[in-house]
Nanobody, 122 residues
Framework: QVQLVESGGGLVQAGGSLTLSCAAS????????MGWFRQTPGKERVFVAA????????FYLESVKGRFTISRDNAKNTVYLQMNSLKPEDTALYYC???????????????WGQGTQVTVSS
């Protein structure tokens, strides 16, 4: 089992920046892929970004390309999501997930954190 804890969310004005962190503990070696997803009330969880173990493969939701950057520090068992030029439509509860293959489908990730809220005001 792996445990994930997200942090770094908050309230920010449009155009601002936030960096989310996801700290992993437990059997982290079992899950080589880390992903960020977001969810708004009444909607399904949506893929935002994913990264493989070595960090040389990353994938992004089209609407966040050029604004968000996913990275990881395996020595610290932590994955980051740097979010720049934030827009009101980025407002959501952001989750990190652990999996074994890069995929945009949230159901294929095996473990989740509790989420961290990001609110972007206009």
């Amino acid at each position: 089992q792996v445990q994930l804890v997200e942090s770094g969310g908050g309230l920010v004005q449009a155009g601002g920046s936030l960096t989310l962190s996801c700290a992993a503990s437990g059997r982290t070696v079992s899950y080589s892929v880390m992903g960020w997803f977001r969810q708004t009330p009444g909607k399904e969880r949506v893929f935002v970004a994913a990264i493989n173990w070595s960090g040389d493969r990353t994938f992004y939701l089209e609407s966040v390309k050029g604004r968000f950057t996913i990275s990881r520090d395996n020595a610290k068992n932590t994955v980051y999501l740097q979010m720049n030029s934030l827009k009101p439509e980025d407002t959501a509860l952001y989750y990190c997930g652990a999996g074994v293959a890069i995929t945009t489908r949230w159901k294929e990730y095996n473990a989740w954190g509790q989420g961290t809220q990001v609110t972007v005001s206009s």
